[in-house]
Each structure stands twice: as C-alpha cells, then as structure tokens.
C-alpha cells in the first residue's frame, strides 16, 4: 500500500512523463515538416518511451492499491529554434525528469517504502541513459557543426541506447 504521499509523486510523475511523451511528439512533428526525417524518427522513438514510461507509473500506483488519475497536459511548444536548441532542450528536460525521479526515491527512504525503493531503481538506470544519450547527441552536433546536421539527421537513429 502506498502512502498518500508517495501516491501523489507517483501521480505527478505520470503527468511528467506524459508530458514528456507529448513534448517529444511536438518536437518530432517539427523536426518532420523541417526535412529531417531522422531526427523525427528518434523523437518519435522517444516519445513512445516516454508514453511506456507514464503506464509503468500508472500501472504501479494501482498495482500498490493507490488510484492512477489521467491528468491534463499543457500543450509543448510547436515551434524550436533550430536543432541545436532542440537537443538542448531535451537534456534539460531529462535532467528535470531525473530530479523528479529523485523525488520519488528520497520519499520512499524517508517512507522506508523500500518496495518504492526497489522499484523505482529501474528509472534512475534510465535517466542515466536518457542523459547520456542527449548529451551524445549535442557533443556532436558540436563537433559536426550546424552544416553537420545533415549527416545527424542520417545518422541519428544509430545512437539510440536501448
Ligand atoms: Fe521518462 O525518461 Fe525521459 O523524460
């Protein structure tokens, strides 16, 4: 059984990474009417997981006798600056995720939720990767340059860590 507390992190949690999976989803349909089908692809790729990730929460909160609640989302940007901006946006956004995340875990410790504990380990290993692959991604943009985002574009889907 949940605490209250700890039902209304994970319920929050939900809503994040749902509106991560729709972020995800704005950012590829931009990506797609700019002509880079690649980079659109991984968005896509990405928002799927994020979509995964909100039912894993969901999933788990009714699983521990809480109650998934459906949440609004606010609507993501529809346009971005350019790729670079793109994928600077997409680290800072893993990197906030990842502190959610952490929420989470310090409140199931403090709760000695140790289920919670255990559970949640699973998303600390993939912010891990969330972050490293977005990072990978601006170190080359970074070292390709901007007249190197063709060859991203192309590329990209290779450098999904799964
Ligand atoms: Fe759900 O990992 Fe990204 O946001």
């Not at 952490?102 to 949640?120: C, F």
């Not at 891990?128 to 990978?136: F, G, H, I, L, R």
């Amino acid at each position: 059984m949940l605490t209250k507390k700890i039902e209304d992190l994970c319920n929050r949690q939900i809503e994040r990474e749902g509106y991560s999976s729709n972020l995800y989803l704005a950012m590829a349909s931009w990506a797609e009417t700019k002509g880079m089908s690649g980079i659109a692809e991984w968005l896509y790729a990405q928002a799927e997981e994020e979509r995964a990730h909100m039912l894993k929460f969901f999933r788990y909160v009714n699983e521990r006798n809480g109650t998934a609640i459906v949440p609004e989302f606010k609507k993501p940007p529809v346009k971005y600056k350019g790729i670079p901006e793109l994928f600077d946006e997409v680290l800072k956004h893993e990197k906030f995720i990842s502190a959610s995340i952490n929420e989470v875990l310090e409140a199931a410790i403090a709760d000695k939720d140790y289920a919670t504990v255990n559970w949640i380990q699973w998303f600390v290993d993939e912010q891990v990767e969330e972050e490293s692959s977005a990072q990978m991604i601006i170190d080359k943009i970074k070292l390709a340059g901007e007249h190197g985002i063709y060859f991203l574009d192309r590329d990209i889907m290779n450098f999904r860590g799964e």
